[in-house]
């Protein structure tokens, strides 16, 4: 048997809605899909919880007794999809995201350690070395709540374990990150050229402890995604891997949301904000300020300030219509030198306010 000690199980999300397939140049075909599914009514404005079942699958063509290793995953998610790391513990426990050895052990140790931070499941497939006919099937996942980045884009921390690959058996940490809708998920490289070849996800499914991690809304009728794998070879002569990305076409989703565009209440959207990237200390700078009304309802009293290092500036914008947006100009005075993180705030009576973070340079 090979020596599987320092195998990773890469096992990442792709999330394509419906399905479709794509013909590698060298020797594979790749295929995935999704399938979201209510827990209940769905909204036109309000993310309400949803089961989310992902698959993705890399195919030899007939004949080929090789298969390339999956070196990336980048998820293109629906625009009204996301998880949400409010409803379960964080798991703080390094279960080998630090120490890849913390893998390697059942998956019952590793969720005793966490156990109220599970948010989904899974399964996978490998290839040993590579080769078609070592197909390895049992392999079984669970996604961890890993909190936020500094950013505030949700994390998962996976956990791959297979009793079979090794005597005593072999485990693997993966961690994903879901940034500006693309869930980017971390494949490692595998030993001797071994490769995954399926794997599937569903969160929350049946063992995520928070029937609220996904949610979405229905806001236009559809659900529009796509997926970019990367498969990869190992070139043993530069110690480098020969990648190639293979692209999903897009694919949808039909939804039907209840309510009006915001469900009968006032909400606004994130604002764009629209002026000078440098400015003298001391002096002001003008930028333009627009913010849309998402909601079904007037929103009324509504106002945008800037506020940051040595930053001052508002302006009061009034009542906005529902789905129409308004644009005022917002003068910002800059007192301190250097790179300023100014926060452009839209608040207005009985909405949730938003807010945009603008670099600016102050010399």
Same mark, same amino acid.
């Given at each position: 048997m090979i020596n599987l000690k320092r195998y990773l199980i890469p096992v990442a999300a792709s999330l394509v809605l419906g399905a479709s397939t794509v013909s590698a140049a060298t020797a594979e075909t790749v295929s995935s899909k999704t399938e979201i599914k209510p827990r209940g009514g769905l909204s036109k404005s309000e993310r309400r919880p949803v089961d989310v079942h992902l698959e993705a699958r890399v195919t030899a063509d007939p004949g080929a007794?090789?298969?390339?290793?999956?070196?990336?995953?980048?998820?293109?998610?629906? *625009?009204?999809?996301?998880?949400?790391?409010?409803?379960?513990?964080?798991?703080? *426990?390094?279960?080998?995201?630090?120490n890849p050895e913390n893998a390697n052990r059942p998956t019952e140790a590793v969720v005793a350690e966490c156990p109220n931070s599970v948010v989904g499941g899974g399964t996978a497939v490998i290839h040993v070395a590579g080769l078609v006919a070592s197909a390895v099937k049992d392999p079984v996942l669970t996604v961890f709540n890993g909190g936020e980045d500094?950013?505030? /884009?949700?994390?998962?921390?996976?956990?791959?374990?297979?009793?079979?690959?090794?005597?005593?058996?072999?485990?693997?940490?993966m961690k994903g990150v879901l940034r500006n809708g693309v869930l980017d998920v971390s494949v490692p490289t595998l030993a001797a050229n071994s490769a995954v070849s399926e794997f599937t996800f569903d969160l929350p499914g049946k063992v995520g402890k928070d029937p609220k991690y996904s949610l979405a809304k229905c806001s236009s009728g559809q659900w529009v995604s796509n997926a970019v794998l990367t498969l990869?070879?190992? /070139?043993?002569?530069?110690?480098?891997?020969?990648?190639?990305?293979?692209?999903?076409?897009?694919?949808?989703?039909?939804? *039907?949301?209840?309510?009006?565009?915001?469900?009968?209440?006032?909400?606004?959207?994130?604002?764009k904000v629209k002026g000078p990237g440098m400015v003298r200390a001391g002096k002001r700078g003008t930028y333009k300020v627009t913010i849309k009304n998402i909601g079904g309802r007037p929103v009324k009293g509504l106002k945008v300030s800037a506020t940051g290092r040595g930053v001052k500036g508002a302006r009061a914008v009034g009542t906005v219509k529902a789905g129409r947006s308004a644009t005022t100009k917002v003068k910002v005075r800059f007192a301190k030198r250097g790179t300023i993180k100014v926060k452009f705030k839209a608040a207005g009576k009985a909405v949730k306010a938003k807010t945009k973070i603008f670099k600016v340079k102050v010399k």
């Amino acid at each position: 048997m090979i020596n599987l000690k320092r195998y990773l199980i890469p096992v990442a999300a792709s999330l394509v809605l419906g399905a479709s397939t794509v013909s590698a140049a060298t020797a594979e075909t790749v295929s995935s899909k999704t399938e979201i599914k209510p827990r209940g009514g769905l909204s036109k404005s309000e993310r309400r919880p949803v089961d989310v079942h992902l698959e993705a699958r890399v195919t030899a063509d007939p004949g080929a007794t090789k298969i390339r290793e999956l070196v990336n995953a980048k998820l293109n998610l629906p *625009k009204d999809l996301t998880f949400s790391t409010k409803g379960t513990e964080v798991c703080r *426990k390094d279960i080998g995201q630090g120490n890849p050895e913390n893998a390697n052990r059942p998956t019952e140790a590793v969720v005793a350690e966490c156990p109220n931070s599970v948010v989904g499941g899974g399964t996978a497939v490998i290839h040993v070395a590579g080769l078609v006919a070592s197909a390895v099937k049992d392999p079984v996942l669970t996604v961890f709540n890993g909190g936020e980045d500094k950013s505030g /884009n949700p994390i998962l921390l996976i956990h791959g374990y297979s009793a079979s690959v090794l005597p005593g058996g072999h485990g693997v940490p993966m961690k994903g990150v879901l940034r500006n809708g693309v869930l980017d998920v971390s494949v490692p490289t595998l030993a001797a050229n071994s490769a995954v070849s399926e794997f599937t996800f569903d969160l929350p499914g049946k063992v995520g402890k928070d029937p609220k991690y996904s949610l979405a809304k229905c806001s236009s009728g559809q659900w529009v995604s796509n997926a970019v794998l990367t498969l990869g070879t190992y /070139n043993s002569n530069t110690g480098t891997y020969i990648k190639e990305d293979l692209a999903t076409a897009k694919t949808t989703q039909e939804c *039907k949301g209840s309510g009006s565009s915001g469900g009968g209440k006032a909400a606004i959207a994130v604002p764009k904000v629209k002026g000078p990237g440098m400015v003298r200390a001391g002096k002001r700078g003008t930028y333009k300020v627009t913010i849309k009304n998402i909601g079904g309802r007037p929103v009324k009293g509504l106002k945008v300030s800037a506020t940051g290092r040595g930053v001052k500036g508002a302006r009061a914008v009034g009542t906005v219509k529902a789905g129409r947006s308004a644009t005022t100009k917002v003068k910002v005075r800059f007192a301190k030198r250097g790179t300023i993180k100014v926060k452009f705030k839209a608040a207005g009576k009985a909405v949730k306010a938003k807010t945009k973070i603008f670099k600016v340079k102050v010399k």
